[in-house]
Antibody, heavy 126, light 108 residues
Framework: QVQLQESGPGLVKSSETLSLTCTVS????????WTWIRQPPGQPPGKGLE???????????NYNPSLKSRLTISVDTSKNQFSLKLSSVTAADTAVYYC????????????????WGKGTTVTVSS | EVVMTQSPATLSVSPGERATLSCRAS??????LAWYQQKPGQAPRLLIY???TRATGIPARFSGSGSGTEFTLTISSLQSEDFAVYYC??????????FGGGTKVDIK
């Protein structure tokens, strides 16, 4: 059974770079959209979910346009890991960050997340 | 960007009753819609994809319907473990993938 685990600092200073890694265990990192999603704190649990972007195993990426200028997602297939770097963070980047496995296809089109990590809280401090 | 709007924000239901949750898209997303359940302190769990197909292991009391811009998630007889927040997500027009703001189902 595939499991995902996020890791990285829980506290990042404003204007610095947020870096997280997701380790995939129990399965191959091939053939899926390895996805990052975040959820700011607040009700109902947290605010809504925000899609950050994904990387495909060959290294192709797709990013949320609102974050694209600050975002890099990379993959290390030898370690079964993929990573997120978000630069120039502000308090608005404080959130629970989830990594997830995206099932995808083109004919017919589909892309949804069927396996999620437990999430990691990242707080941006001033 | 496709805006997903869920209603109501909170739904109070007694155990054993039916719950009906709505999700509306700002433009047609065909049947490219998924539903997720999230409990406090947990990650979301995939319930439904393709607007009406249950994910692996999801009980039959969960059903999804709709196409275009109007979608419904129905829980036929609420169990104690179903009290949670539910999100819809469209995957017809992206980037970005977009989610609704969620509906919290709580105990009446």
């Amino acid at each position: 059974q595939v499991q995902l685990q996020e890791s990285g600092p829980g506290l990042v200073k404003s204007s610095e770079t947020l870096s997280l890694t997701c380790t995939v265990s129990g399965g191959s990192i091939s053939s899926y959209y390895w996805t990052w999603i975040r959820q700011p704190p607040g009700q109902p649990p947290g605010k809504g979910l925000e899609w950050i972007g994904y990387i495909y195993d060959i290294g192709s990426t797709n990013y949320n346009p609102s974050l694209k200028s600050r975002l890099t997602i990379s993959v290390d297939t030898s370690k079964n890991q993929f990573s997120l770097k978000l630069s120039s963070v502000t308090a608005a980047d404080t959130a629970v960050y989830y990594c997830a496995r995206g099932r995808w296809g083109n004919l017919p089109l589909y892309y949804y997340m069927d396996v999620w990590g437990k999430g990691t809280t990242v707080t941006v401090s001033s | 960007e496709v805006v997903m709007t869920q209603s109501p924000a909170t739904l109070s239901v007694s155990p054993g009753e039916r719950a009906t949750l709505s999700c509306r898209a700002s433009q047609s997303v065909s049947n490219k819609l998924a539903w997720y359940q999230q409990k406090p302190g947990q990650a979301p769990r995939l319930l439904i994809y393709g607007a009406s197909t249950r994910a692996t292991g999801i009980p039959a009391r969960f059903s999804g319907s709709g196409s275009g811009t109007e979608f419904t998630l129905t829980i036929s007889s609420l169990q104690s473990e179903d009290f949670a927040v539910y999100y819809c997500q469209q995957y017809n027009n992206w980037p970005p993938l977009t989610f609704g703001g969620g509906t919290k189902v709580d105990i009446k």
